[in-house]
């Protein structure tokens, strides 16, 4: 006899065979997804943090996940363009570029810092025993910046920069050097190389010269390790939005979902591959959309002009 309840039981085996289907569906058409991640630290580094969470994504996603550290921020927006990468870490300014120059990508999620914010500042080191305590003090000293697309080691800083009345950091500084990576910027602080160098903070404990502290990778020039009272921070941002995780717009439905839901569940599903990724530093992850990042985009305009106006 037919009734409500074989009905419902029914109705439920049917949704749950599409579900699988569909599951089935992007597995055979995307067999291996490829993330990248944007460098912050060096290669070695940035393998350690990331491989037990890629490993996790793999057993959640049901298709192998394979890491990607890729030279510069610029070699993740072409990857995600040409289609050779399906999910990236991105910095808000290189989301906001790729976005600006047509990749098709949306962001899905972002950090939740320990606080329970999911923003960070820009701001510029300089090495406490100097006699630098603001940017005027820096006229015709050396700048250390981190890329040219990152948020915080290049576009914030400049926007910081215009506010002061420089609108124009290559004529102001002696020298304005890309180091290549967050990590470099403060290297080349640390070994003098560099007068003031751009960074990202999120507090003291949530920084890239906290983790190159932690592991030992600044030193002093007679051998001994710096400490975090050998530098000092001489101008902050306004709060920028953390860097958004991105998948291409052109994957399937499903499997969007299913990338989104193992994101937040990350901090409980696999604890171990989330602190080792996060070092005690980040509660999880927050639920976002490409639309979150408006404001970066109209910044990295407001650069582009600023850079139009002096090559013109």
């Known amino acids: 006899m037919i009734n409500r309840r074989s009905i419902l039981l029914s109705a439920a085996a049917l949704a749950f065979a599409a579900t699988s289907a569909s599951a089935q569906d992007y597995k055979a058409k995307y067999p291996e997804l490829t993330f990248a991640i944007i460098p912050a630290e060096n290669a070695s580094g940035v393998t350690e943090r990331w491989a037990p969470f890629v490993a996790y994504l793999s057993k959640e996603l049901g298709v192998k996940v394979n890491l990607r550290i890729a030279n510069d921020y610029a070699a993740v927006i072409e990857g995600q363009r040409s289609g050779n990468i399906h999910m990236a870490s991105y910095g808000s300014a290189s989301f906001a570029r790729a976005r600006l120059t047509g990749v098709k990508t949306d962001a899905f999620a972002n950090d939740i810092n320990i606080d329970g914010s999911t923003g960070y500042y820009s701001v510029f080191f300089v090495k406490a ?32 920069l215009d506010k002061m009345g420089i609108s124009d950091a290559d004529t102001y500084f002696s020298k304005v050097v890309f180091t290549g990576s967050h990590e470099n910027a403060l290297l080349a602080l640390s070994q003098g190389t560099v007068d003031v160098a751009a960074n990202q903070w999120t507090n003291d404990n949530d920084s890239t010269l906290q983790q190159m502290l932690t592991k030992g990778m600044l030193k002093n020039a007679d051998g001994t390790p710096m400490k975090k009272e050998d530098f000092r921070i001489i101008h902050k941002s306004a709060p920028i939005i953390n860097g958004p995780y991105a998948y291409s ?45 408006d404001a970066t985009i109209d910044l990295i305009k407001f650069v582009d002009a600023l850079r139009k106006k002096k090559a013109s």
Do not use: C, M
Not at 269 to 286: E, T, V
């Open 129 to 160: 025993n100097s006699a630098y305590k603001t940017i005027d003090n820096l006229k015709g000293k050396n700048l250390g910046l981190v890329d040219p697309n990152s948020t915080s080691g290049n576009n914030v800083p400049r926007f910081e």
């Open 249 to 293: 717009s052109d994957l399937p439905e499903e499997l969007k979902v299913a990338i989104a839901k193992a994101f937040v569940d990350a901090p409980t599903k696999d604890k171990a591959a989330f602190d080792r990724l996060s070092d005690g530093q980040k509660k999880g992850f927050h639920a976002a959309t490409t639309k979150d990042w």
